[in-house]
């Protein structure tokens, strides 16, 4: 579950974060982040866990929250561990997402 706490990503201008699938690109969004300053700058502050207490313990659980959400759509390979969506994700005979069948 590391790894896909990873992979979520912010989106500045919708202000939402999402995942991309590693096969398709698709972004799925999940949550907005409620911010009254919602600065780039700000956002790497935040980012980084620098930002004030109460707008820090804002992003970490929206961020939380988006993760648990995004997380019923995809799916973790279990021979290369990547996070694919569930339309791209197919096990065929053991031999792995289209991912590992790609390589």
């Known amino acids: ?6 992979q979520i990503r912010f989106d500045i201008n919708l202000k939402r974060f999402y995942v991309a699938c590693a096969v398709c690109g698709e972004r799925l969004y ?4 409620p911010l009254l300053c919602p600065s780039q700058t700000r956002i790497k502050e935040l980012e ?13 659980h929206t961020k939380a929250v988006s993760v648990q959400y ?6 973790q390979c279990p021979h290369c561990g ?12 053991e ?4 991912y590992c069948n790609k390589l």
């Not at 980084?48 to 970490?60: A, D, K």
């Not at 031999?95 to 289209?98: E, H």
Request: proline letters at 0%; hydrophobic letters at 30%; aromatic letters at 20%.
């Open 1 to 6: 579950m590391r790894r896909f706490y990873k």
């Open 30 to 33: 999940g949550k907005k982040l």
């Open 48 to 60: 980084l866990g620098q930002g004030g207490w109460l707008e820090q313990q804002t992003y970490n």
């Open 70 to 75: 995004l997380s019923r759509f995809y799916d």
């Open 82 to 93: 990547s996070w694919i969506c569930d339309q791209c994700y197919s096990v065929v005979e």
């Open 95 to 98: 031999k792995g997402c289209f």
